[in-house]
């Protein structure tokens, strides 16, 4: 059987079991929920080290060290922050609205897993799909297929011996882009978790399910005059070289003001950065990209010194990250490009103003929405990049890598950020369970449904009379008070057809009749003009006299008004 057809006949058959189980956990009690999610946060916590040691020796990525700390970071720091979460049951009731919320989970879950944080990813998802319960069905990045899979087989067993049913958690075993595709469009898949390249997100929102998709995080960090130089640097390589940049929230450029541009790069050099020279780099922005302007794979999650190898150069033993000074933002300058190694571009601006316009620029290009890091000690500052910087986690005096996800700062701890509408994405949180729950509400009656009121059947005039009442008194409030019983409308007792009267009174005449003892009146509305015609009379109008669009075309082709005093 072909690769593809073998791939996506597994995502059926794992589909299929997965729906089974959810038709059975869906109605599980809070009580059983927490105690399968127990046993998955101690086995993940059990062999943590040992997923993170397979995931480099597979991917080649980043470090035996930062990946345990990660794992951990997701089996423990996750685990602790869902724990108290409702998402069972009644979550919230509002006696005073009479207003019940009820937790209901979504159905099969299938969750995209990259290769650059594929075991803590992975523990991650599967704990916030449980907490909402909810099944998940994994869909591993193909270089890391075997760590995933290994994470997945774990707590999967966990889950189960606590009583969970056979198929909660499951993984792909023959990943392909078809039985990935297949997954994420199954009728039986209810939502998509989907964390990887702009490719796979697209794929994942044009696949006709609910889906939270991140992108791409493309962060600058500023050092502003005020702030403390040397703490500043040392957050920044921090977070840059965790696990060798393969976070994406990880800083990719670090932008000062020119006041403390010295104090800068003399902390850079003490702490273990590599300032390149022009030529370096020039050799460097040449491996970074590809001749299609894309990143260069084969310097992700790499040491520094593997990376300046690679460019053909050669670095101090212990480099921590390769910083540039970069010309410009944009495909041109490759530096200024997201690059998921310890590279750094380097950019020195006047003031706030001018690093404020340059983070902005970085985030334009390849990060909207997803993370900035903010150095100093000027509330002010804070408030103004908070306010309108394009970026929904601004992560002030801490590593920015760190800060995002939540580990530095308090922050939900998430291997999912989203970037929000500028992203391209549905959210900008940092998912959590309560993404992955629908809210039933329960609303009482609170008040009842008033009647119109009834009027009986009355003459056109008398039944407008009620209503004219409180259009004059509206009127009189606005033109100021009028004489008590003014007469509104002239109606003589017996009166000629209009025709003849315009035959045989001269004009002077029938103006004097008209006018007698006549007062211009407030209001005209339609219905006046109708009854007019309808008794030959006229309506005396005045410069105050308000009018109806329609009431003045008909009443001046019937002739109907007459100019008062």
Excluded at 369 to 397: M, S, W
Excluded at 513 to 523: G, H, M, R, T, Y
């Amino acid at each position: 059987m072909d690769k593809d057809l073998e791939s996506i006949q597994e995502a059926r058959t794992l589909l299929q079991t997965a729906h089974g189980a959810w038709l059975k956990f869906e109605n599980f009690a809070e009580e059983q929920v927490e105690r399968i999610l127990l046993e998955i946060s101690k086995a993940a916590i059990a062999n943590a080290e040992a997923l993170a040691r397979l995931a480099v020796e597979e991917t080649g990525y980043g470090t035996v060290e930062h990946k345990t700390l990660k794992n951990l970071f997701c089996a423990d720091n996750v685990y602790r922050a869902i724990r108290p979460m409702k998402t069972v049951g009644v979550v919230n009731e509002d006696k005073e609205k009479k207003v019940l919320e009820v937790a209901s989970p979504i159905g099969v879950v299938a969750a995209v897993i990259p290769s650059t944080n594929p075991t803590s990813t992975t523990i991650y998802k599967a704990l916030i799909a449980i907490k909402g319960r909810n099944v998940i069905v994994f869909s591993p990045h193909p270089s890391a297929a075997r760590c995933i899979n290994e994470t997945s087989r774990l707590m999967a067993d966990a889950a189960e011996r606590s009583g969970a049913p056979k198929g909660v958690i499951s993984c792909m075993k023959l990943p392909t882009m078809e039985g990935t595709q297949e997954l994420m469009k199954n009728e039986l898949t209810s939502l998509i978790l989907a964390t990887g390249g702009p490719g796979l997100v697209k794929a994942a929102y044009s696949a006709g399910k609910p889906a939270f998709g991140v992108g791409p995080g493309n962060v600058p960090a500023y050092i502003e005059k005020t702030a403390d130089v040397a703490k500043a640097v040392a957050d920044i390589l921090t977070g840059k070289c965790f696990d060798n940049g393969t976070l994406c929230s990880s800083e990719q450029a670090l932008i000062c003001d020119e006041a403390v541009k010295d104090a800068v790069l003399e902390e850079l050099r003490k702490q273990g950065a590599h300032i390149c020279s022009a030529a370096e780099k020039d050799k460097l922005e040449r491996t970074i990209q590809t001749p299609r302007r894309t990143l260069n794979t084969k310097i992700v999650g790499k040491t520094a010194s593997k990376i300046a190898e690679l460019a053909g150069f050669s670095v101090p033993s212990g480099t921590r990250a390769l910083v540039a000074r970069a010309d410009s933002v944009g495909p041109e300058y490759p530096i200024s490009m997201e690059k998921l190694s310890p590279t750094l571009a380097f950019y020195v601006v006047k003031d706030w103003k001018e690093g404020c316009a340059k983070c902005i620029e970085i985030l334009n290009f390849g990060g909207l929405g997803h993370t900035l890091g903010l150095h100093t000690r000027d509330d002010e500052v804070v408030r103004q990049f908070g306010l309108y910087k394009p970026a929904f986690r601004i992560c002030v005096n801490t590593p920015a890598a760190l800060g995002a996800v939540g580990y530095t700062t308090n922050l939900f701890p998430s291997m999912t950020l989203g970037c929000g509408a500028a992203g391209g994405n549905i959210t900008s949180d940092n998912i959590s369970p309560l993404h992955l729950i629908n809210l039933k509400r329960v609303a009482y009656g609170v008040r009842d449904v008033v009647a119109p009121a009834q009027f009986s059947t009355l003459t056109t005039a008398a039944a407008a009379a009620p209503s004219r009442a409180v259009i004059e008194r509206v009127v009189d409030q606005w033109l100021g008070a009028k004489p008590p019983g003014v007469t509104q409308v002239q109606t003589p007792a017996v009166a000629p057809p209009l025709s003849s009267f315009r035959e045989l009174e001269p004009e002077p005449a029938r103006q004097n009749i008209e006018k007698q003892d006549s007062k211009p009146v407030a209001f005209v509305c339609e219905e006046d003009v109708r009854s007019a015609i309808q008794a030959n009379s006229r309506i005396v109008i005045g410069k105050k006299t308000i009018i109806t669009p329609s009431a003045r075309e008909l009443g001046e082709d019937n002739d109907t008004f007459v100019i008062g005093d």
